[in-house]
Structures are given as C-alpha cells and as structure tokens.
C-alpha cells in the first residue's frame, strides 16, 4: 500500500513563500505524472500544480508565476515551491498521481497565510 507524506507547510505571512515536499513508501513516483492539490475549508481538493516524468509542468490560472514544481526521480520526492504567498493560498496541500484511480491520500499539510 502506497502511504504519501506530504511535509513543509505552516503559517507564512503574505508575500512569504515556502516549499512543500511529499514523499511515498517506495520508489512508486517513477512514471508517474505526479499533482499537487490543494484544498481550501469547506471546499473540494482541485489539482493546482502538475508534473510529468519529465518535468513537464502545468498550473492552475490562479498560481501561475507563484507556484513551481519540481520532482527527485532519485530520491522519489516531489515538491511545490511557493512564492508570494497569498490569502487565498491557505488551504491543506496534498499530492498524488494523475490517475483515475489515485493512491489513497495523505494526510496533507496544512499552509495558513496571514495578513
């Protein structure tokens, strides 16, 4: 059973910036296109940030040129580089694969912006 571990979040005032990890039991990143996902309370988990096998990456309208993210084939992690950071980014952050039938979910890691 895949276990994600999503770690870096915290509270960060607005205009800061922070980098979130996550990581699997097992090399299981490889081959996989790989999402970051982001859920604000009382809302559903959408996908912000994505990257392929090869580093191809695609955003959500609303992160573009704040959000960045990157992957370790090598060492099968998977991060989310945030700058700027915004009110409105405060939410619980999750990965997983781009698959219909996704691993079970993490327990995510919570980011809160202040004024």
């Known amino acids: 059973q895949v276990q994600l571990m999503e770690s870096g979040g915290g509270l960060v005032q607005a205009g800061g910036s922070l980098r979130l990890s996550c990581a699997a039991s097992g090399s299981v990143f490889t081959g996989n296109t790989m999402s970051w996902y982001q859920q604000k309370p009382g809302g559903a988990r959408e996908s912000v940030a994505a990257i392929t096998t090869k580093g191809m990456t695609m955003y959500a309208d609303s992160v573009k040129g704040r959000f960045t993210a990157t992957r370790d084939n090598a060492k099968n992690i998977v991060y989310l580089q945030i700058t700027d950071v915004q009110l409105e980014d405060t939410g619980t952050y999750f990965c997983?694969?781009?698959?219909?039938?996704?691993?079970?979910w993490g327990q995510g890691t919570q980011v809160t912006v202040s004024s």
């Open positions: 997983n694969k781009v698959d219909y039938r996704p691993w079970p």
